[in-house]
Every structure is written in C-alpha cells, then in structure tokens.
C-alpha cells in the first residue's frame, strides 16, 4: 500500500465505522480489534490472517516488529501514527477534520472524505 492508500482506507474505515474500538463504553482503552468487530485506525490495516490477540496493548511499531506486518506499516509509521492519534484522541464527530488536517501534513489528497 502507498500512503494514499493508507489513508484512504482508514479515514473511510473510520468515518463509517463513527465509533472507537475501544474494550468498553467504561473504560475506553483502544484495541485494534474491539468487542462488536469495531477496528481502530491501525486495527483495519490488519488482515485477519496477521491479527493476534497478543498485539493488544502494544504500540504499532511494537506489533510491526514482533508479528511480521507488511512492510508498508514500517514505510508509512507516522502517517499510521498520525491516524491512530485521530481515532484514540479525537471524539467521532471531530474525524472529518482531524483527518483532513493528516492528510494536508502528509501531503495527500482528500477524496476519501467526500465519499462517506
């Protein structure tokens, strides 16, 4: 995956999706994959095929490193970073723009925003 790519997927992952892949509605630590098939910004860049239960509580590049992941999550650590700060930080209403902004940081286009 390029970084278009990347974003493209996650930004309309998260912007259908409209809620955090969080344990519970109590205690909101993220995971990239969440009760009710929620994903994070990194969570949906995961096949089903790479994903272990081991990775939650790790950092991406942690979980990069240790499970053998594509090598675009490698290539592309700060976009993917910048993404995951969107979904962990920012409350769902606030995605759009939030998303917006990393893609003008990261010198990508914003397409994706308009079709969800």
Not at 45 to 64: F, H, P, S, W
Not at 95 to 116: C, F, G, I, Y
Request: proline residues 3%; aromatic residues 8%.
């Amino acid at each position: 995956m390029n970084a278009q790519q990347v974003f493209d997927k996650v930004a309309t992952h998260l912007l259908t999706q409209k809620k955090r892949a969080v344990v519970n509605a109590d205690f909101e630590r993220c995971m990239y994959r969440a009760p009710a098939g929620r994903k994070c910004a990194a969570g949906c860049l995961i096949t089903d095929r790479n994903y272990r239960k081991e990775m939650e509580g790790k950092t991406i590049d942690l979980v990069a490193r240790l499970f053998k992941l594509p090598q675009f999550f490698q290539k592309h650590r700060s976009l993917i970073q910048d993404l995951q700060m969107v979904h962990d930080v920012y409350q769902p209403n606030e995605w759009r723009s939030s998303l917006r902004r990393v893609a003008e940081s990261h010198n990508l286009n914003t397409d994706a925003l308009k079709r969800v």
